[in-house]
């Protein structure tokens, strides 16, 4: 599967972001979907996930209360809504699909697809 993602943009602290990541394929639902970032020199790291039906979400804690996950299978998208922005927000955001579910898993080799990658850089 391709995922495509978008959205990213230079805001300022407190601001707001939403990002899409459009899947190519119709089996989009048989994917669990997650959200990572990369910040330069650092490691990629897991920001949040969702269920193949949507039922279940997952978030690191450094997101939660400020950040939701969410999918709408018939345009085979999922998107993160970015609240209360930090300039600790600051990276590239990349969407991934995971073959076999698991809601829970935050490790990037736990997923099987990959997008692009799109900037998001939050000013102080």
């Known amino acids: 599967v391709q995922l495509q993602a978008s959205g990213g943009g230079l805001v300022q602290a407190g601001d707001s972001l939403r990002l899409s990541c459009a899947a190519s394929?119709?089996?989009?639902?048989?994917?669990?979907m997650g959200w990572f970032r990369q910040a330069p020199g650092k490691e990629r790291e897991f920001v949040a996930a969702i269920s193949r039906s949507a039922s279940s979400t997952y978030y690191a804690d450094s997101v939660k209360e400020r950040f939701t996950i969410s999918r709408d299978n018939a345009k085979n998208t999922v998107y993160l809504q970015m609240n209360s922005l930090k300039p600790e927000d600051t990276g590239v955001y990349f969407c991934?699909?995971?073959?076999?579910?698991?809601?829970?898993?935050?490790?990037?080799?736990?997923?099987?697809?990959w997008g692009q990658g799109t900037q998001v850089t939050v000013s102080s």
């Open positions: 991934a699909a995971d073959r076999f579910g698991g809601v829970t898993n935050v490790r990037p080799l736990d997923y099987d697809y």
């Open positions: 394929e119709r089996t989009f639902s048989r994917y669990s």
